[in-house]
C-alpha cells in the first residue's frame, strides 16, 4: 500500500469530466483537433463522448485488443465507447527518438510525437510535446507518479512486468537527457508541475 492511492478519486462528476473541464479554461471541446489516447481503459476513454469533432488516434494494436468481447475480458469496456467512435488507428515508425526505439510524429513540424511505453497494457504509448521553452512527457499511466518512475518502480495495474520495467527505464534516460516536465496522469502533482514547468530533477 502507498499513501498515493488514498488520494486516487473513485467518482467523477459530470462537471468533472473533461469537456466541462476544457470549457472553464475557455476551450471549446469541437474546437481541439486531435485527441490522442495513451490507451483505452475506461478512465482514460470515458470521456470520448466530449469529442466528436476531433480526430481520435489509436495505436491499431491497442484498439484491437480493446474492442469487442474478447477486450471486455481483458478489462476494457468498448460497450461504453460512443457509437460514432471510428479512431485513426496509427503504427509506430522504426523511427528511434532517444531511447526509444520508435515513433510517430503527429505534426510536421515533429512538435508533438507518440512514443512507446508498453507495460500497463500492451501498446501503451506516451505524448511527447517540445514547445519553445520547455519539453512535456504526457505519460499516460506509465507511471502513476513522477516518483515511481524516479524510483523504477511499478504500479498499479502492470499488464506485462518486463515491458513496464524497460519503459520506466527508457522514460529515466530520457528525462536525464532532455529537461522534461514529466506529467502522468494519476500523478496529483502534475497540476502544478505544468503550471509551473517543474522539469525532473534526476
Not at 6 to 27: A, M, N, S, Y
Not at 31 to 51: E, K, P, Q, S, Y
Not at 83 to 110: N, Y
Amino acid at each position: 500500500w502507498h499513501p498515493y492511492f488514498k488520494k486516487v478519486r473513485e467518482w467523477v462528476t459530470p462537471e468533472q469530466e473533461i469537456g466541462p473541464q476544457l470549457q472553464t479554461l475557455g476551450i471549446r471541446p469541437n474546437d481541439v483537433r486531435w485527441v490522442i489516447m495513451t490507451h483505452l481503459h475506461t478512465d482514460h476513454a470515458g470521456g470520448l463522448h466530449h469529442f466528436p469533432k476531433s480526430e481520435i488516434m489509436v495505436m491499431r494494436r491497442a484498439f484491437e485488443l480493446g474492442s469487442g468481447f474478447a477486450g471486455q475480458v481483458r478489462g476494457f469496456l468498448p460497450q461504453h465507447w460512443p457509437s460514432w467512435f471510428a479512431p485513426k488507428l496509427i503504427d509506430l515508425a522504426p523511427d528511434p527518438l532517444g531511447p526509444f526505439p520508435g515513433s510517430f510524429q503527429v505534426t510536421r513540424t515533429t512538435d508533438v510525437i507518440i512514443v512507446p511505453t508498453s507495460g500497463h497494457t500492451d501498446a501503451h504509448v506516451s505524448v511527447i510535446v517540445k514547445d519553445s521553452d520547455a519539453t512535456y512527457f504526457f505519460a499516460g499511466d506509465a507511471s502513476y507518479t513522477q516518483r515511481f518512475m524516479l524510483d523504477q518502480q511499478i504500479d498499479g495495474v502492470g499488464l506485462n512486468a518486463q515491458a513496464a520495467r524497460q519503459t520506466l527505464q527508457r522514460i529515466r534516460q530520457f528525462v536525464q537527457a532532455t529537461p522534461t516536465v514529466y506529467l502522468p496522469t494519476h500523478d496529483p502533482e502534475s497540476s502544478n508541475r505544468f503550471a509551473g514547468k517543474s522539469v525532473v530533477a534526476c
